[in-house]
């Protein structure tokens, strides 16, 4: 029963524009939200995070926003670049470790 | 700069063989994982440690077992390895405690048992 849920398993946005990627979670006990990014035959790699207390952080061109009573997040990568085009990896945390989804694929077409 | 290292990036092993991955993190992180990616799935949790010789199974364990007997190294045990097992092996390490904070990765293992 998969608690962290990323139902778009691919994306294709164009240089220079806005990526959105979604997240949904089931669990009401998660309290940290993570993103990640991965390339292949890499390990993922930290992006950005969010608390439960909080609805928005930003970093650069990359902004997490955190919807709990939809128990919703998203990612939004602003403007996108042709090296955004990897796996982005949405996490939960309740306690010691990381659930996460199933995973989307960007690619960024020049 | 932080650093969690596998011992090998690519392995290939026969049906049956008892298979061993290492890692090890510099962090001095209590919390070691170990998870697999495959494709369509994510990254699943097979086991994790959160101490010295203490483990916890995940979301996936059948087939697999853990031992942590220093805490910067956390290993991966297939005691007889199967095709099902082929699949990209990922350890992280995480501290300290429950603070909120994020999972660091090594840079996998992609595992093909024939």
């Known amino acids: 029963d998969q608690q962290v849920k990323q139902n778009s398993p691919s994306l294709s946005v164009q240089e220079g524009r806005i990526s959105i990627l979604n997240c949904d979670y089931t669990n009401s006990m998660f309290d940290y939200f993570l993103w990640y990014k991965k390339y292949p035959a890499e390990g993922p790699t930290f992006l950005i995070s969010?608390?439960?207390?909080?609805d928005k952080n930003e970093d650069g061109r990359f902004t997490v926003f955190l919807n709990k009573s939809a128990k919703h997040l998203s990612l939004h990568i602003v403007p996108s670049q042709p090296g955004d085009s990897a796996v982005y990896f949405c996490?939960?945390?309740?306690?010691?470790?990381?659930?996460f989804g199933a995973g989307t694929t960007v690619t960024v077409r020049a | 700069d932080v650093k969690v290292t596998q011992s090998s990036r690519y392995l290939v092993k026969r049906t049956g063989e008892k298979v061993f991955l290492e890692c090890v993190q510099d962090m001095d992180h209590e919390n070691m994982f170990w998870y697999r990616q495959d494709p369509g799935l994510g990254l699943r949790l097979i086991y994790f440690?959160?101490?010295?010789?203490?483990?916890e199974k995940g979301d996936i364990p059948e087939g697999y077992s853990v031992s942590r007997e220093k805490k910067e190294r956390f290993s991966l045990i297939l005691e007889s390895a199967s095709t099902n097992q082929t699949s990209m092996y990922l350890c992280a390490s995480r501290g300290p405690g429950l603070l909120n904070t994020e999972a660091f990765f090594g840079q996998g293992t992609r595992l093909t048992v024939v």
């Open positions: 996490a939960a945390s309740a306690d010691y470790k990381l659930s």
């Open positions: 440690s959160y101490d010295v010789k203490m483990k």
């Open positions: 969010i608390s439960s207390i909080k």
